[in-house]
């Protein structure tokens, strides 16, 4: 990233500067490039990489000869049109894909160096490191309490912490303690979808993990509710590296540093600073894509 | 005008047959329905008149009849001893069967690999839930009263009785199961529980409402059932109260049955009080299954297809 990192976000919305902007800068709609210029210096460690990863549902390929090096406390965003493997390259990184029988994976993909896939790689405790947020919210039926106890409570570090402290601190973290505070008993089911998204956000740095993964995480909420997530993944990057899909360029273009876009047939097509991406494509599918011309 | 033009552009259609045939097949089925509430409320008028006929043409004691056991004296015959023994079945059923069951259904559902064998096993509990109540009387009759030596106790009817509701059981646990949603686990596989923290905490727990409204209809079954328990044997008069799980017994739909052949005619008026009293157990039992079902319904839909 070079200078056009002179725009800035308060809290809420995102608003763009025309002051201060280098020429360089291309605003053709109201797309404003760059989440924080903090994160922007400095040359960050790679936490998650792939190395021609290929995954395949049965005989259908999903992602093909992907090699992509995110990395550590900085928000990565999947972009591309459905069915282009997005999703899958996500769910591979915490191998919630061996949940389905039929997926199957060539190729590295390593956390912190080490192959994921190594046979002596248990999914669940790699599950403990990287925390997951879904489409839909799926808090459990259970209270907000309990709901954000929980993976503490799996992970048995439950007797090591103050429990309402830890459960405290998570939903402050995911904004929403100030909406719960006082009815922590009440069932998680009972919130609206947005509250539910960021419970579902609590209940997944609760255990302080190192990386989030979000797959569209706002696309189910109305845009308010999706503008307080947004604002929470730029202060949740502070402690954990984000790596989120998105069907929505503009959240892409808003909140990520780094943004990747896979093309149909399961190919990563370009992998690079978000303004990049957005103003200066290498690859012409890019460009296509992101104008509207293509998926 | 207007209306006029109406009426004239819908004159050459003719909807009188069609509309016919609507109220016919509304009529049927109508009847079809008021036909089974019609036979309800017929048995149960029924089953209310004998039981006042018998009570007014009998010196029949009640208190005596609810706490007493029988005897071959009609006068002083009661059904006490067995609603205890009912109670006792019951009670050695619902544990027999539940863990078995639920254990059986958990197993098909989350662990068995999805092929022709777990299918086959799946579709065959169907099957074993259609088998005539009998062929588990005699099964236990043979298999434990006899080669086991347990002998005609209460411990071997509710092994015939849990034979008998555990196919139920599990297919009520499978579907109650299976409606918990796969986002759910997700998450909680997510939160990198492992299989068993995630079936503990978050698929049980969910389908919990579920598995116990089908255990308590199928107990409802199984406490009217006569003929396994005639199988595995029973005492003619239960005159003594069970002592525990190994006692001799007569459950309360056998009691009632050995009472209607006796010659005494005060045996077939307490007949019919007995079956008040059975009925009485079932309508408590389907309350408790109903009150559980509308209780948890409001919070996942996931019990509505038991």
Redesign the interface.
């Known amino acids: 990233m070079s200078s056009n990192t002179t725009n800035e976000r308060t809290t809420g919305e995102s608003t763009s500067e025309t002051e201060g902007l280098s020429d360089d800068t291309i605003i053709e709609t109201d797309i404003s490039v760059g989440p924080d210029s903090s994160r922007t210096t400095g040359r960050p460690n790679t936490i998650v990489s792939a190395d021609s990863l290929d995954v395949y549902y049965g005989d259908d390929r999903a992602l093909s000869d992907v090699t992509i090096e995110i990395p550590e406390h900085r928000v990565t965003a999947m972009i591309g049109p459905s069915g282009c493997g997005k999703s899958t390259f996500l769910r591979s990184i915490?191998r919630?894909n061996d949940?389905i029988?039929s997926a199957h994976v060539d190729g590295a993909l390593s956390f912190r160096g080490k192959n994921v896939y190594d046979e002596d790689v248990d999914p669940?405790?790699?599950?403990?490191k990287i925390?997951?947020v879904?489409q839909?919210p799926?808090?459990?039926?259970?209270s907000i309490y309990d709901n954000v106890a929980?993976?503490l409570?799996?992970?048995g570090k439950a007797d090591d912490v103050d429990l309402d402290d830890a459960v405290e601190r998570a939903l402050r973290g995911a904004a929403l303690w100030d909406e719960v505070k006082d009815q922590l008993d009440e069932?998680g089911?009972d919130l609206s979808g947005g509250q539910q998204q960021r419970l579902?956000i609590a209940?997944?740095i609760a255990?302080d993990p190192e990386v989030i993964l979000m797959d569209e995480p706002t696309s189910a909420l109305d845009p308010v509710a999706a503008s307080k997530i947004e604002d929470l993944i730029d202060e949740l990057v502070e402690k954990y590296t984000v790596i989120i899909v998105t069907h929505n360029m503009q959240q892409a273009a808003r909140i990520s540093d780094k943004t990747a876009v896979f093309l149909t047939g399961g190919e990563l097509v370009e992998f690079d600073d978000t303004a990049r991406i957005f103003e200066n494509p290498d690859d012409d599918r890019v460009e296509d894509y992101i104008t509207g011309k293509f998926g | 005008m207007s209306t006029k033009r109406e009426s004239n552009f819908l004159a050459d259609v003719d909807l009188t047959r069609e509309k016919l045939v609507n109220r016919l097949f509304y009529g049927t089925l109508v009847v079809a329905s008021v036909f089974g509430l019609v036979m309800l409320v017929l048995l149960i008028a029924d089953v209310l008149w004998e039981a006042t006929q018998a009570l007014s043409t009998f010196d029949i004691d009640i208190g005596n009849f609810l706490t007493g056991t029988s005897s071959s004296r009609a006068e002083q015959a009661g059904f006490g001893a067995s609603i205890l023994a009912s109670l006792w079945l019951m009670a050695l059923t619902a544990v027999l069967a539940f863990f078995i069951a639920v254990g059986c259904a958990v197993y098909l559902v989350e662990y068995a690999p999805e092929n022709r064998t777990t299918r086959l096993i799946e579709a065959n509990l169907a099957n074993l839930a259609g088998v005539p109540s009998i062929v588990y009387g005699l099964l236990v009759l043979a298999l434990i009263v006899n080669d086991a030596g347990l002998g005609s106790v209460i411990l071997a009817g509710a092994i015939a009785l849990a034979l008998l509701i555990v196919p139920i059981i599990i297919v009520a646990t499978i579907e109650s199961i299976r409606a918990v949603p796969s986002s759910v686990r997700d998450g909680s596989y997510a939160m990198g529980a492992t299989k068993w923290q995630t079936i503990r905490r978050v698929v049980l727990p969910q389908a919990m409402p579920g598995i116990l409204t089908g255990t308590i209809l199928a107990l409802a079954r199984a406490i009217g059932e006569t003929a396994p328990l005639i199988m595995v044997g029973t005492m003619l008069h239960a005159t003594r109260y069970p002592s525990g799980p190994l006692s001799s017994f007569s459950a309360m739909p056998t009691q009632i049955y050995n009472w209607t052949y006796q010659a005494d005619r005060m045996f077939n008026g307490l007949a019919a009080l007995g079956i008040v009293v059975l009925l009485l157990f079932l309508v408590a039992m389907y309350a408790l299954a109903g009150y559980l079902r509308n209780r948890y319904e409001t919070d996942d839909g996931s019990i509505s297809n038991v």
């Open positions: 915490n919630m949940r029988p669940v405790a790699l599950r403990r925390g997951q879904f839909s799926n808090p459990f039926p259970k929980y993976g409570r799996v992970q069932s089911l579902c209940r997944a255990t």
